[in-house]
């Protein structure tokens, strides 16, 4: 059981391993200032690798033992630690990027909201099933038609099972959006 005091199965969790994460926010290119959202941020492994990247990090964690975690491992670096749905996120109100291993179940309706009108969001790298990426790329999805006039999507990394402790059932890869 994890410092939590929930088994990982519980909360549907499988944080990726921290070299993974180093390569999904290399790919990324984030750049000294930016400010990142790293929603379902566990316990940091995507925001380590990206206040290494001079981000400024503002880090979605539902569960309160790893927000409270995070809280405390990021306590001097520029990471806000915010304890919220995903679904429910306010989102910044000046320009953003997205770095993030969110929760699978949440993934649709996360991306629902960052593409509503009126986000700032200007680039987005999303850690999802492989199956939902695809769709996206394609244009497969409700309402694709609105936002395939404002962002570019492409297929990213392609991470294998064991990128991830415990492994998922499913395949994953970035979903990559940027400003068309």
Do not use: C
């Not at 999904?24 to 200032?33: E, K, Q, T, Y």
């Not at 109100?93 to 009108?117: D, E, G, I, M, Q």
């Amino acid at each position: 059981m994890p410092g939590s005091g929930q088994a990982r199965g519980a909360w549907g969790w499988h944080p990726l391993d921290s070299q993974w994460a180093q390569r999904v926010v290399d790919a990324a290119g984030v750049r000294p200032g930016e400010l990142v959202l790293d929603v379902g941020a566990g316990l940091g492994a995507l925001t380590a690798p990206l206040v290494r990247a001079g981000a400024r990090v503002i880090a979605v964690e539902l569960h309160p033992g790893r927000a409270d975690r995070l809280q405390q491992r990021f306590a001097d670096a520029p990471v806000t630690v915010v304890r919220a749905d995903a679904r429910e996120l306010r989102l910044p109100t000046r320009p953003f990027r997205v770095v993030s291993s969110p929760p699978y179940n949440v993934s649709a309706a996360l991306l629902k909201l960052l593409l509503a009108r009126g986000s700032r969001m200007v680039s987005a790298d999303l850690v999802l099933q492989r199956q939902l990426v695809n769709r996206y790329v394609r244009g497969d999805v409700h309402g694709a038609n609105r936002w395939l006039r404002s962002y570019q999507p492409a297929v990213g990394l392609r991470l294998p099972r064991k990128a991830f402790t415990p492994p998922p059932h499913v395949d994953s890869a970035v979903l990559v959006l940027r400003r068309a």
